[in-house]
């Protein structure tokens, strides 16, 4: 069988000695050994992520080196997203990702409903590094490959239940069946909930709960030695989670609210409009091998998601920075690649194409000051994609390779902005009934296309089979677009105050972000497969940075005109910064036969080095560009990342007992590029623990897990619009009365109880 040995997992019952060598991946779009690739990449099993017991796909990012993959701010299902010091922490429409993320090779194209949860997965890979070539834009820093289960040729049904602390209770459902030789039908449905950490003091609901119904469903036609796979599937997730309320750092400074003890209590008091997400797609898959040496594959998708969602800023009753929100997003891709495998040459063509519209409306709400002011902000952007690809590899002998690549792409953003501002309530969309003050301060409708070609080399050299070096470069883009929250009235303009379409264009958009990386690397197995190791070092100039932000601004209201905050958005292409690294990668077998016959120890570690600086920040002080980038830190991008897992698997009759142990690591994190003491979280440690029966034949099986056993209190992400005195250092208000500063904080101590059942 196949083995996967991912370095923060227990290696699952089974696996064969040979280790990593063995492990089969998709990173160049091709089957390769994970050995033989020149990417930095961890590759993560269905049954290993089972055995540790992960949630959903923000686990794996504790134990992936340089990675960060976190629920976002004031969400419950939206992904942030940073490998190697690139991502996007931003969710809104006229910002892109910087990390892919693929579901069965469909790239999602935004990251709301992108916090996949885990079940009746094959494996996940994570890709390190830009991956241009072969995933396109947006994939800058890296890539998030999330691989469903091929259906099994016999009848199958899997149920699996899990029951612990918080009120935790999931069922999953898996069943699938043959309808004659060549077609097969399957699916899963889930039922994912669980109670909330805290609770919302003000309106009565639960605080970081759980509450979704998920599913999938597959048809398969051919396959397993026939020529022709055609794969089609669907999936639907309907989320009914709590809104997700922070918690303030500071006492209020208008009504003097104090602090709350339980860092997962809130008091916001907006819980309108009722949180809702939902997402669904159906993709369909066509694998055809028109030779021995040449496949044709297909990859066909449409995607939508909506969410509704009421963020509290302030996290109190008052209405003071109030964000009620609607994400409306739709997609269509198509994809198409010819592959030729010969002796020497192996090799891909392909063909991509995306229309995608991602549309957001959100009120900001400050009540507290004069006559109560809403900025409403819409902001319909659409992309249109179209990129022609291609990779080959050479084998210049049995040792030594190189492989080339390149991808050029055709990028449109097309982007309707308005932004109105409103009087004494809310705006229309939101059910209130706010007067509309002036006219619309943005009213923009314009488009902005992006061309770019990304090369990718690579030279692989590889002393025996066991055993590969290689060197690479690579390029990546991130595309531009235009900022939402700007204020187009705000524009430079040759008549002050009537800038014309192009000057408010030229002022709302922002250009593609570029990185060029540089990476050497090694991945051996050694001691007969007792020791396999992965070690990567990469530098990457990153220029153009998109550093998207959101600040307080005045407007002026009343005869004569007399100025009130408001909120506005400022996005510029900053400057440059520098990333370098390094990444070590191992699993060792400790030893076998120790205690009984059959027995295994094994140890496996991951560990991540970067340094990410600034060496370019320009901002505007007083109206003079400024360079800042001493006084400016890289977001989400813990400077030291490391984990080891310790797993013992022994012999119990016919069946298996496995235990396992993961201490994981990550240094000081900064929420945004400007220090700030209060949000920004100091380096901490996680311990997680399970121990897992396995029947003979893998019929059932019973765990016990443990997350966060030390019940560590660390914070994820922020929101900050506050300023701090510089002689006495007291905190003041930058927009509204109270004073914004609060945090949302990762899981704490949670512990649960699986068993499966497989017919």
Known sequence: MIAFAPPAFAQEAGATDAGDNEIIVTARRRDERLIDVPVAITAYSGEALEKAGAIDITDIGATTPNTTLEVSRGSNSTLSAFIRGVGQQDPVSGFEQGVGIYLDDVYLNRPQAAVLDIYDVERIEILRGPQGTLYGRNTIGGAVKYVTKQLPEEFSLKIKGTLGTYDQADLVVTASAPIGDLLRVGGSVARLSRGGFGDNLTTGTENYNKDVWAGRGTVELGGYGAPVLIRISGDYSKDKSDPRGGHRLIPSLATGAPVLDNVFDSRGGLNDPKQDIEAYGLAMNVTAELSDTVTLRSISAWRKDRSATPIDFDALPAVDVDVPGFYFNEQISQEFQLLYEGDRLKGLLGFYYLDASADTLFDVRIFNTFAGLTAFTEADVDTTTFAIFGDATFDFTDRLSLSVGGRYTWDKREAFILRQNYLGGGSPVFGGAGVPFGTPSTNFDGSRSFNKFTPRASLSFKPTPDHTLYASYSQGFKGGGFDPRGVGANAPAAIPGSPTDAEVSAFLSFLPEQVDSYEVGYKGSLLDGALNVALAAFYADYTDVQIPGSVACTILVGTPPAPIPSFCGVVS????????????????????????????????????????????????????????????????????????????????????????????????????????????????????????????????????????????????SGYTFVNFDPVTGAPTSALGTEGTLTAFYGNPRQVFVTGTVKF
């Open 573 to 716: 292409n900053a400057g440059k910064a520098s990333f370098k690294g390094l990444e070590f990668e191992g699993r060792a077998r400790l030893g076998e036969d120790l205690a009984a016959v059959g027995d295994r120890l094994t140890l496996s570690t991951a560990l991540g080095y970067i340094d990410a600086q600034y060496k370019e920040y320009i901002t505007n002080i007083g109206g003079v560009p400024t360079d800042v980038a001493d006084f400016r830190e890289v977001q989400n991008t813990p400077k030291w990342t490391a984990s080891a897992n310790l797993a013992y698997s022994t012999p119990i009759g016919d069946g298996d007992l496995s235990f396992g142990t993961t201490l994981s690591y990550r240094s000081k994190t900064y929420q945004f590029e400007i220090p700030n003491p209060y949000i920004d979280q100091k380096g901490f440690a996680l311990w997680d623990a399970s121990i897992v029966y396995t029947a003979p034949d893998d019929r059932w099986s019973l765990g016990v897990f443990g997350k966060n056993l030390t019940d560590k209190e660390y914070k994820t």
